[in-house]
T-cell receptor, first 113, second 114 residues
Framework: AQSVTQPDIHITVSEGASLELRCNYSYGATPYLFWYVQSPGQGLQLLLKYFSGDTLVQGIKGFEAEFKRSQSSFNLRKPSVHWSDAAEYFCAVGGTGRRALTFGSGTRLQVQP | GAGVSQSPSNKVTEKGKDVELRCDPISGHTALYWYRQSLGQGLEFLIYFQGNSAPDKSGLPSDRFSAERTGGSVSTLTIQRTQQEDSAVYLC????????????FGSGTQLSVL
């Protein structure tokens, strides 16, 4: 069975500070990994995805994530957070099988001025 | 349309009533998904349609829940004899082919069961 754990329910950072959101997954084969963002009043939007190749992937809005197979992790990072990054972030795992994506429970990011 | 459209955006119903939620995916997308997002919870997978294949219903929480997709396009999620624990935001998403593609989400239907 595939699963995703996001251990941090809520994170608060100051504007301009760096950010790392944790994601651990369980999947029986090579995973396809995603980060989605849900901004207030908006639908979920894809930030970035990892399928294969370079383990450091770049996404929109200055986000990046690193796939670490040995740690079963796919943490999301941003060097300098902006107030507009306040949102809920979801990590998801999928694969080549006919299964829909499995999402984590989300991490709510609050940005302090 | 330009995006995934869901209706209604809000639905208030009484316990025991049946409800139907509609999803209109992006034209040309063969894959369609229903997820449920409860307050403070993540996205819970409900059902997945891919082309003409039999849907993956493994996420439906009970036999009160059912969904169909007519003509490979519009989908309807039906909840019979609603319960208070069914209150949640029901999200629909579509993708061009498989789950490995980018999912485009609708804005959801907020269901409140009184």
């Amino acid at each position: 069975a595939q699963s995703v754990t996001q251990p941090d329910i809520h994170i608060t950072v100051s504007e301009g500070a760096s950010l790392e959101l944790r994601c651990n997954y369980s999947y029986g084969a090579t995973p396809y990994l995603f980060w989605y963002v849900q901004s207030p009043g908006q639908g979920l939007q894809l930030l970035l995805k990892y399928f294969s190749g370079d383990t450091l992937v770049q996404g929109i809005k200055g986000f990046e994530a690193e796939f670490k197979r040995s740690q079963s992790s796919f943490n999301l990072r941003k060097p300098s957070v902006h107030w507009s990054d306040a949102a809920e972030y979801f990590c998801a795992v999928g694969g080549t099988g006919r299964r829909a994506l499995t999402f984590g429970s989300g991490t709510r990011l609050q940005v302090q001025p | 349309g330009a995006g995934v459209s869901q209706s209604p955006s809000n639905k208030v119903t009484e316990k025991g009533k049946d409800v139907e939620l509609r999803c209109d995916p992006i034209s040309g997308h063969t894959a369609l998904y229903w997820y449920r997002q409860s307050l403070g919870q993540g996205l819970e997978f409900l059902i997945y349609f891919q082309g003409n294949s039999a849907p993956d219903k493994s996420g439906l929480p009970s036999d009160r829940f059912s969904a169909e997709r007519t003509g490979g396009s519009v989908s309807t999620l039906t909840i019979q004899r609603t319960q208070q624990e069914d209150s949640a935001v029901y999200l629909c998403a579509s993708s061009y082919t498989t789950t490995n593609e980018k999912l485009f989400f609708g804005s959801g239907t907020q269901l409140s069961v009184l």
